[in-house]
């Protein structure tokens, strides 16, 4: 599954179980691994990573669309329980934006309800920012419900990650068996996502829960208890959002990105000269001028085509096993760099990428893409009709660069203005001494437009960026959105 903002989205990793050091606040509770056995969900799937690692199974709930829940057990609640039972569970989420791409405050939140054994016993908010605390019930009633999410830090894509701990007294559960508990948003017209996951390993958390806001609900169930919640007090105010720009995605890129060209077939001679030597410009940004290691840069091309340093010829089979090495190579921390050349066309209103033997679609590329492990992926699409790669690839946490739009079928000429770009002090706009892949796109943009300028001719064909998975791509991105915030932050050379 590739999440797109256009929808709010509610995902449970499926994972190993979860050995928990109890956070400051549960020190004295009984503790169990928040998830045993999905029950029911509408969506299953792939998604990309929490600070854990990559995700193996997924299932998720759309909050603009259909709304259906997430049912799950938890873990055997031990025989023996005394005083308050918690449940934790491995979560990512993103901030909460609405679809204009501004912060909300707290009146716009997304809510969640949460039952246990059928019954909704607390609405919670996505987190804005940072840890969040969410009360049902006088905080101080040993009686009372309560949720806190311990915020760990962002990924390489911005999203907040940590632990959510779900603490209940015992009188609740029934010693010996699981709980089960299903999460549904409330309607909602907001771009946001909430994750919720096991995972194998021994945590060691410092949780300050006194020191956080806590937010009140009441549910019928609770109000037959005769409890009463008290009126939202915040002890201290959220963080403000962090610039999308002021952390790389990728450290030290020479050791951690990956880099796959792959060229194909070409339209004619003219068509092979030149995509010859874009491939040659590629390869050798990356071997020569930059010096990633040898093992990192693999070079695909088609066998009647006179690239030096070739790894191997392009071929549906090569490129298959091209990726099958990455799945074993890569790491969630590194990061890979897909470039295609060559030629693409429509076949009955499928594109598919011109290899020597059966072709290749964007379907294809993405089933590939979507089984590695690293966090980062970045596409580039130098072809004919590229346009029609950004719909299938984009997702979060992925940049996906193509020359033209969909209808464009004819030779592009922004491969090379690109290239240049990344590695030309002129792109780099905010002078930080290296280019992102926003800066260097938004050059070659210019340097294309200036070339149809010069030439006379009209001009046919419009770069896209997507990197907030919209599926439709800018001709403009910027470091703001609502697509361009993560090339701003994606670069390939280190300043040093």
Known sequence: MKYRTTTNVICLFTWAALVLAPAAGFAADTHVDG???????????????????????????????????????????????????????????????????????????????????????????IAVKGDTRTVVGNPDDPKRLEMFFDYLGPDAVGNLNGITYFSVPAAMVVPGKPVKLKIQPK?????????????????????????????????????????????????????????????????????????????????????????????????????ETWRYPADHVRVLADKASQVPGKSADSSRETIAALFHDLQGTLKPEDALLLMLFGNANKVDDRVMFNIRGPDMGPDDFGALLDS??????????????????????????????????????????????????????????????????????????????????????MRTEQALLDDSGDGAGSTAPGPLGPNGSLAARVFLKSSR
């Open 35 to 125: 998830f045993g056995r999905l029950i029911s969900a509408k969506g299953r799937g792939k998604y990309f990573l929490t600070h854990r690692g990559p995700g193996t199974d997924v299932v998720y709930i759309r909050t603009t669309a259909d709304r259906f829940p997430v049912i799950w057990e938890t873990q055997p609640v031990p025989a023996q329980v005394g005083g308050r039972v918690v449940f934790a569970w491995d979560t990512v989420m993103s901030g909460l934006y609405h679809r204009s791409g501004t912060f909300l405050d707290r009146e716009g939140k997304i809510l969640v309800d949460l039952s246990i054994n059928n019954k909704v016993v607390m609405t919670f908010p």
């Open 187 to 287: 309607p909602a017209d907001r771009r946001a996502f909430y994750g919720v996951g096991c995972t194998a390993g021994t945590w060691a958390f410092a949780a300050k829960v006194t020191a956080n806001p806590v937010e009140t609900t009441m549910t019928p169930e609770l109000a037959e208890l005769g409890r009463k919640a008290p009126a939202f007090t915040p002890t201290n105010a959220p963080a403000a959002p962090v610039p999308v720009a002021a952390a790389a995605a990728i450290q030290d890129p020479e050791k951690r990105v990956h880099v796959a060209i792959i060229s194909g077939l070409t339209a004619d001679a003219e068509d092979a000269a030149l995509v010859v030597g874009a491939v040659k410009q590629a390869a050798g940004l990356f071997r």
């Open 372 to 457: 590695l492990p690293c966090r980062l992926v970045v596409v580039c699409v130098f072809t004919p009709v590229s346009g029609a790669f950004v719909k299938p690839l984009g997702m979060r946490g992925r940049v996906v660069i193509v020359s033209c739009g969909e209808d464009q079928i004819y030779r592009t000429a922004f491969a090379g203005p690109f290239l240049k770009a990344l590695a030309s002090p002129a792109a780099d706009k905010d002078g930080n001494g290296r280019v992102s892949l926003l800066e260097a796109f938004n050059s070659a943009n210019q340097d294309v437009g200036a070339l149809y300028s010069k030439t006379g001719y």
